[in-house]
């Protein structure tokens, strides 16, 4: 085999080596979104949730914050892909699903009366679609 046969060789085992890692990348990638559409579509929140987040609402209060993104996620969760929110429609809530409509749902119950608001903001727009939504909590 010549020199030349040989650095073809080569060249093709280390785009092989290159297409192989590439691609458990990818099945990794895919994993974790898969995990966390998972995670995000159970709408139960636990105690622990809850206790967290005041941890960190009144940590963001002391610091002199008034809001806090307690939750993101692409706007494909949403019912309408994100159009309401988009479009600061008063219906945004209803399009809500898994954890982002269980905040909702805790927030009208429990820290509504107390002063706290909420927020939905697109927070990108790959390619000029929407893309990641930010609930936030406000005070």
Sequence with gaps: MSHGGKLSLHMAE???????????????????RQAFEDYFMRSDVTDEDRRKLRERVLRMAEQGHSELCVLTFPATFCADGGRAINNFEADWPTTL??????????????????????????????????GDIGLYLLW
Excluded: S
């Design 14 to 32: 280390k785009e092989l080596e290159e297409a192989r890692r590439a691609l458990e990348k990818q099945k990794k990638l895919e994993a974790e």
């Design 97 to 130: 699903t898994g954890r982002a409509a269980k905040l909702y749902e805790l927030w009208e119950a429990n820290a509504r009366d107390m002063g706290y608001r909420v927020e939905a903001r697109v927070l990108n727009y790959p390619k000029g679609l929407i």
